[in-house]
């Protein structure tokens, strides 16, 4: 019986380091597959960081963009297109969104 709870132990800790570490590691986006899924954000929202009526996302930094897309999936935030298209995104597309939008400078004066 003591053994088994020494190997459940081991186990738990075991399990518990590499899946901090694997979430620790997730924690910042990839730029190029943020570059990579941006098509659809980059129809409506400007890379030259123009509003048009629609919001600027380019220069923001990652944790704002991360939180407001997570507001969007959770539905906490108004905008039917936006909840749509955050519904279909991971944390780890979300991320790698920020990081590649995080990258470029507005050219709106």
Known sequence: MIETRCISLAGVAIYLFLGTHA???DNEGDVAFGEYLS???V??????GASNGIP??????TTSFYQVMDTYRQKARENK?????AAGLSD????SLAAYFATI?????
């Open 39 to 41: 098509s659809q954000c």
């Open 43 to 48: 129809t409506c929202h400007q890379l030259s």
């Open 92 to 95: 780890h597309d979300i991320k």
């Open 23 to 25: 979430w620790a590691g």
């Open 56 to 61: 600027p996302i380019v220069g923001w930094d």
């Open 81 to 85: 297109a936006m909840q749509t298209i």
């Open 105 to 109: 400078e507005t050219t709106e004066n």
